[in-house]
């Protein structure tokens, strides 16, 4: 047997269920928030993630799925969604116009990493990204949004964490004392941090090893090498938060895995999962337009997985999912048993029936299984008199109407 391929998932019933609640929550908050929907292609150039995301960082160097197309060029399967709508942005010239642009976003990214509890090599995101504007206010806001949907998708116990990564030219000053910090200790980290202090120093403070974060306990923190204009927007960040009425922890250590943060980065964090803990993630990415387009252009989003939202949700908000009107009908009764589903669908009633003629005892066990409130059973006698007997499973009851009262009934009972 040909079964789902290892870090996927087929999805249905009960996970169906909870990703369209997750999708619907964030349709509502985001909206309410004058952001609009866009969809962008699974596949893009690989380019477009080796200078979007950075070529040295795990997702681009470990983790992408990539491949040769037919006319010989390198595609990836999107492992995240912030590349594709700049790109996006950028193909469009709407920065050339009025160039401040909301959007959201949510679909299927990929990446080759050892499956976890709540991680896929298919995930799920919902993200959001605004371009044109560089404002403390509109930074705050974002995370307000973040935490409202995750609220409104049912998630407690949240933290959020923020920090500033400054400037280029605070990161510059930080990333020099940082570096000659991890010489001291070069030989007592691990393989991946001595990787990181030669192509991204930033990146090793980002390590899940416990020896490695020993050893950066007592290193150099950003936040001392903040430039006034950086740590002016900080402050800025920080008092629109409290006016928010956002509850906030300053997490020093905090850097996003992908090179083309700056200033604000922060994450929302969850108590109930673990070391893996983060929901949400996102930040400011002043220079990614100009590293894709040459264009000198503000961006700030946030990306969250839908999985691990759905490891957390409150599973009460999910309405009770609205039950069949089960049919059931015998062969001779056949064609008036569907011109009676088509009126029925017709107005409004979600109706179901077996195809496979079974015995009058096998589709009313059907009906049972479903867990319809109403069954409604159309014989000989209903036929020729142009009536069906709706019983009421929870009742018993069961009573011989015209096919408008039998309408009437359901429709009143929904």
Not at 32 to 40: C, D, L, M, S
Not at 244 to 252: D, G, T
Not at 332 to 346: F, G, M, Q, S
Request: include cysteine.
């Amino acid at each position: 047997m040909i079964k789902v391929l290892k870090g996927m998932k087929d999805r249905y019933f009960e996970d169906i269920r909870k990703y369209d609640y997750i999708i619907d929550s964030a349709k509502n908050v985001f909206s309410k928030y004058g952001f609009e929907k866009i969809i962008t292609p699974i596949v893009e150039e690989t380019e477009l993630f080796e200078r979007g995301v950075g070529e040295e960082t795990d997702v681009v160097s470990k983790e992408m799925y990539t491949f040769l197309d037919k006319a010989g060029r390198s595609i990836t399967m999107r492992p995240e969604g912030t590349a594709g709508v700049v790109r996006a942005y950028l193909q469009a010239g709407l920065y050339k116009s009025d160039p401040l642009v909301k959007w959201f976003y949510y679909g299927p990214m990929y990446r080759y990493e050892a499956p976890q509890k709540g991680r896929y090599r298919e995930f799920h995101q919902v993200g959001v990204e605004a371009f044109g504007v560089r404002d403390p206010f509109a930074d705050a806001e974002i995370i307000k949004m973040g935490c409202e949907f995750l609220e409104t998708a049912g998630i407690k116990n949240l933290t959020v964490e923020i920090n500033s990564l400054g400037n280029s030219s605070s990161r510059q000053r930080y990333t020099a004392e940082l570096k000659k910090f991890i010489e001291e200790r070069l030989d007592k980290l691990c393989d991946n941090c001595k990787t990181r202090y030669k192509k991204n120093p930033l990146r090793v403070l980002d390590c899940k090893s416990e020896a490695c974060q020993e050893q950066y306990k007592n290193a150099p923190v950003l936040k001392d090498y903040l430039d006034e204009e950086s740590s002016t927007y900080y402050e800025e960040l920080k008092k629109y938060l409290e006016l928010l009425e956002v509850n906030y922890v300053e997490n020093y250590r905090l850097v996003r895995g992908l090179d083309y943060y700056s200033d604000t980065v922060f994450e929302i964090k969850s108590e109930n999962l673990g070391a893996q803990s983060t929901v949400l993630a996102g930040g400011r990415y002043d220079k990614l337009l100009e590293i894709l387009g040459d264009i000198q252009m503000p961006g700030i989003g946030f990306a969250a997985g839908t999985e691990r939202i759905a490891l957390l949700m409150d599973e009460s908000l999910l309405k009770e999912e609205e039950k069949p009107v089960y049919v059931v009908y015998f062969p001779e009764t056949k064609e008036y048993a569907l011109n009676i589903i088509k009126i029925l669908r017709e107005n409004g009633i979600k109706v179901d029936f077996d195809y496979g003629m079974k015995s009058f005892k096998s589709q009313m066990k059907k009906a049972g299984k479903l867990n319809s409130k109403y069954v409604i059973i159309l014989g000989e006698d209903e036929k020729n008199e142009n009536k069906a007997v709706l019983k009421n499973f929870d009742t018993g009851e069961q009573e011989k109407l015209e096919i408008e009262k039998v309408i009437e009934r359901v429709n009143g009972d929904v």
